[in-house]
C-alpha cells in the first residue's frame, strides 16, 4: 500500500475515533448535552470504548478472512489506545462527576457496587496494555512476552461488558449487541486455531 494511502487512512482513523469526543465538546460547548448531561457523557465514553475494544480485536480475524486486509491491523494500536483513552474519561467522569473526588465515597462505591468494581477491573487491565504500547515496550519485553500480555484485552472487554450488564435496569438489553459481537470474536480464536491444526495434519497426512 502506497505511504500516501496510508496516511488518509491513519488520519480518517483518527477523525472517526475523535467523533464521540467531539460530540460531547460540540454538546457542552451549544448547552446541549440532553436532559441528564453527566448520563450523557457516561454513556458516550462508555460505549465509545466497548465499541473500539470489539474493532481492535475484530481486526485480526478480518486479516485472516481476507489477506487483502492484512493493512488494517497496523491501526490495532491506535485504535486500543483510543479504546483507553475514552476509558479513561469515563472513569474521570466517575472520580469527578458521580464522586465529586470523595476518596471515601470511592472506596464504598467499590466494595458495595458490583458493576464499579468490574468497571475498575476492566480500566486496571487496559491500563499495562497502554502503558507497554510503545516500540520500545516491545523491544523490551520481546514479542511473545508482550503478545502474551496483550491477550489481557479480551478479559478487559469481558469485563468492560459485565459493567454494562450489571449497570442497566433489568429487562434492559442495550448491551446485547456488543456483548454478542464480543461473543463471536472470542468463539472465533480458538476455532480458527483448531482449523488451522486441522489442515496441518491433512497436509501432513
Ligand atoms: C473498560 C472499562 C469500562 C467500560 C467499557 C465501561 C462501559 C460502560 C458503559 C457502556 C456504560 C453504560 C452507560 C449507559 O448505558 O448509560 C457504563 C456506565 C457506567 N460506568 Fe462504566 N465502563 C468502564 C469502566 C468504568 C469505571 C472504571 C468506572 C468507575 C470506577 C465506571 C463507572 C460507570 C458508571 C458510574 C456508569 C453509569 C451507571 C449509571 O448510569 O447509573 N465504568 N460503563
Not at 465514553?45 to 470489539?54: D, E, F, H, P, R
Not at 507497554?132 to 512476552?145: D, E, L, P, Q, V
Amino acid at each position: 500500500m502506497k505511504r500516501q494511502t496510508l496516511i488518509l487512512i491513519k488520519t480518517l482513523t483518527w477523525l472517526a475515533c475523535l467523533v464521540p469526543l467531539a460530540r460531547l465538546l460540540w454538546g457542552a460547548v451549544t448547552n446541549n448535552l440532553g436532559p441528564d448531561p453527566i448520563a450523557n457523557i457516561t454513556f458516550t465514553t462508555g460505549s465509545a470504548t466497548l465499541n473500539l475494544l470489539t474493532i481492535s480485536l475484530a481486526l485480526t480475524p478480518v486479516r485472516r478472512l481476507i489477506p487483502e486486509l492484512s493493512w488494517l491491523v497496523k491501526f490495532r494500536r491506535l485504535i486500543g489506545l483510543f479504546a483507553f483513552f475514552y476509558a479513561t474519561l469515563h472513569l474521570a467522569t466517575y472520580v469527578a462527576l458521580y464522586a465529586g473526588f470523595d476518596l471515601h465515597a470511592m472506596a464504598a462505591d467499590i466494595a458495595k457496587r458490583r458493576y464499579i468494581t468490574m468497571g475498575l477491573a476492566a480500566w486496571l487491565l487496559l491500563l499495562p496494555l497502554a502503558a507497554t504500547s510503545t516500540n520500545w515496550a516491545i523491544r523490551k519485553m520481546g514479542g511473545k512476552n508482550w503478545n502474551r500480555l496483550h491477550k489481557l484485552v479480551y478479559v478487559a472487554a469481558v469485563c468492560g461488558v459485565i459493567h454494562y450488564w450489571w449497570q442497566v435496569k433489568p429487562g434492559v438489553l442495550s448491551p446485547l449487541s456488543i456483548t454478542l459481537m464480543l461473543a463471536l470474536l472470542l468463539i472465533s480464536r480458538p476455532i480458527w486455531t483448531w482449523n488451522q491444526r486441522r489442515k496441518l495434519r491433512l497436509r501432513a497426512a
